[in-house]
Every structure is written in C-alpha cells, then in structure tokens.
C-alpha cells in the first residue's frame, strides 16, 4: 500500500516522500523546463511554489490531499489557464 516516486532526492540518494504529484513548468526550451520540473519534484510543493514566485517562473501543481488533489499554480502562470493560483 506504499507508493514511491521514480525522482530521487540527491541530497539523500532516495526516492521523495512528500505530497507534490505533479510539476508543470513552462520554459523558453524543453530541456529548461524539464530540469526545473524535476528540482521542483525534488523540492517538494512549498518550497517550489516559493522558488518559482522569487524568479517569475510559470509553475502548475497538483498536491494529494486526502483522495483527491489541490491545484497550486505561481502567479506567473495564472495568465496561461486563469484561477489556479492559491
């Protein structure tokens, strides 16, 4: 009944155990954008959400809570699908 995640932690060498599910960055290249997803999976939902705030980076995520999920999107991103800030 345990699930665990394909992205490792490098500071700990195993996989993430928060609660952040889903990392949509948008980027000026595909490589961008997906070395930014993957440090934000790494990070986790608050500090990502931070990160992304202080640079301006376009961010989307979906955090499990309970049996569903939360959507939490930087004010940069608000522009591209409207009311998924928090």
Do not use: C, Q, W
Request: proline share 5%; net charge negative.
């Amino acid at each position: 009944g345990r699930r665990f995640s394909h992205t490792l932690d490098p500071r700990t060498g195993y996989p993430v155990t928060h609660n952040l599910a889903s990392v949509t960055v948008l980027a000026a290249t595909a490589a961008e954008a997906d070395a930014l997803a993957t440090v934000f999976m790494v990070l986790g939902a608050e500090h990502s959400l931070a990160f992304a705030e202080e640079r301006r980076i376009p961010l989307f995520l979906l955090v499990k809570e309970g049996d569903g999920f939360r959507e939490v999107g930087s004010s940069a991103f608000v522009p591209y699908i409207g009311g998924a800030h928090d």
